[in-house]
């Protein structure tokens, strides 16, 4: 071999070497960020949610009375004095965040007589209460999720299903609280 050759395979091989240690430091580096930012990552549990009925009443506004249901001792749904407001503007993970907390505190509520809960809205009945708000329901049913219906508002201040089918929407119950916020002002 000549020199120059020799000289060729020299360079080639410091070349190598040089790019072998990049890499290798490179890999290193990555490796050692990403375990620094899955260290940092938060990861957000939410609570299932494994029962509850409640309505979100939106004016035009958009403002939200949140109003939780149970059964009363005869089988039939009232509505309780766990009443939550949230006012106009707010984020769709505030609104799955009162949802989700609400929904999950039915457990522990008990129904209330329309007067008082009348007096908590702040409005002389129902029909008052009612007039010109939207409403979703919303309520967990036991091996399917949480289930979610628009309904729209009938002569007497009472609210149907708007769809014949009983299942609008049906999501996880351990949906984040943002995508249930998002999902319920989607089909509002």
Same mark, same amino acid.
């Given at each position: 071999?000549?020199?120059?050759?020799?000289?060729?395979?020299?360079?080639?091989?410091?070349?190598?070497?040089?790019?072998?240690?990049?890499?290798?430091?490179?890999?290193?580096?990555?490796?050692?960020?990403?375990?620094?930012?899955?260290?940092?990552?938060?990861?957000?549990?939410?609570?299932?949610?494994?029962?509850?009925?409640?309505?979100?009443?939106?004016?035009?506004?958009?403002?939200?009375?949140?109003?939780?249901?149970?059964?009363?001792?005869?089988?039939?749904?009232?509505?309780?004095?766990?009443?939550?407001?949230?006012?106009?503007?707010?984020?769709?993970?505030?609104?799955?965040?009162?949802?989700?907390?609400?929904?999950?505190?039915?457990?522990?509520?008990?129904?209330?007589?329309?007067?008082?809960?009348?007096?908590?809205?702040?409005?002389?009945?129902?029909?008052?209460?009612?007039?010109?708000?939207?409403? =979703?329901?919303? @309520?967990?049913?036991?091996?399917?999720? !949480? /289930?979610?219906?628009?309904?729209?508002?009938? $002569?007497? %201040? *009472?609210? =149907?299903?708007? @769809?014949?089918?009983?299942?609008?929407? !049906? /999501?996880?119950?351990?949906?984040?609280?943002? $995508?249930? %916020? *998002?999902? =319920?002002?989607?089909?509002?």
């Amino acid at each position: 071999m000549d020199l120059k050759n020799i000289i060729y395979l020299v360079l080639i091989i410091i070349i190598s070497i040089i790019c072998t240690y990049l890499l290798f430091y490179y890999k290193k580096i990555n490796i050692f960020y990403f375990k620094i930012r899955e260290k940092n990552k938060e990861e957000i549990i939410y609570e299932e949610i494994h029962c509850g009925n409640v309505s979100a009443f939106f004016d035009n506004k958009l403002n939200v009375y949140i109003i939780s249901y149970v059964k009363d001792l005869e089988g039939i749904g009232r509505a309780t004095n766990n009443i939550q407001f949230l006012m106009s503007p707010y984020k769709e993970e505030k609104l799955g965040e009162i949802i989700r907390t609400s929904m999950n505190n039915c457990k522990s509520s008990f129904p209330c007589n329309n007067k008082e809960i009348m007096h908590k809205l702040g409005f002389e009945n129902w029909e008052d209460f009612s007039k010109g708000k939207k409403n =979703i329901s919303i @309520h967990y049913l036991s091996g399917i999720g !949480i /289930v979610l219906n628009s309904t729209i508002r009938n $002569e007497g %201040g *009472e609210y =149907i299903f708007k @769809h014949i089918k009983a299942q609008e929407k !049906i /999501v996880s119950k351990n949906i984040s609280n943002k $995508e249930l %916020g *998002e999902i =319920i002002l989607e089909i509002l």
